[in-house]
């Protein structure tokens, strides 16, 4: 029923851009919003923004604020990450989720209802 696939993701030099894109198959009008994490190797999972499907709450990671921006097309049911200014750092395994019945934006992965598989990113120096 509910599936989200995450794409866009690839190698990149440090310094450029990559945008992900999340399908959220399965979506209705009562979902109340998506996140983006990340996961690298011996590192715990990492809120990176937030965005609800309607009216305007953003919410970014202190370490992404600036250089990312999460945006949506509810028409198409599908979430966007745009990273730019990229940087080694930035490498890891990025998930979309989706929080159903939330009344706000959390950074909290345990409050997530579904998860992607993940895309790749790989940032090299």
Do not use: H
């Not at 250089?67 to 990025?94: C, G, H, W």
């Amino acid at each position: 029923q509910v599936q989200l696939r995450e794409s866009g993701g690839g190698l990149v030099q440090a310094g450029g851009s990559l945008r992900l894109s999340c399908a959220a198959s399965g979506r209705t009008v009562d979902w109340y919003g998506m996140g983006w994490f990340r996961l690298a190797p011996g590192k715990e999972r990492e809120f990176v923004a937030a965005i609800a499907w309607t009216g305007g709450g953003l919410l970014y990671a202190d370490t992404v604020k600036g250089r990312f921006i999460i945006s949506r097309d509810n028409s198409k049911d599908t979430v966007y990450l745009q990273m730019s200014n990229l940087a080694p750092e930035d490498t890891a395994l990025y998930y979309c989720a989706a929080d159903l019945r939330a009344v706000s934006l959390s950074p909290n992965g345990y409050e997530y209802d579904y998860w992607g598989q993940g895309t790749q990113v790989t940032v090299s120096s």
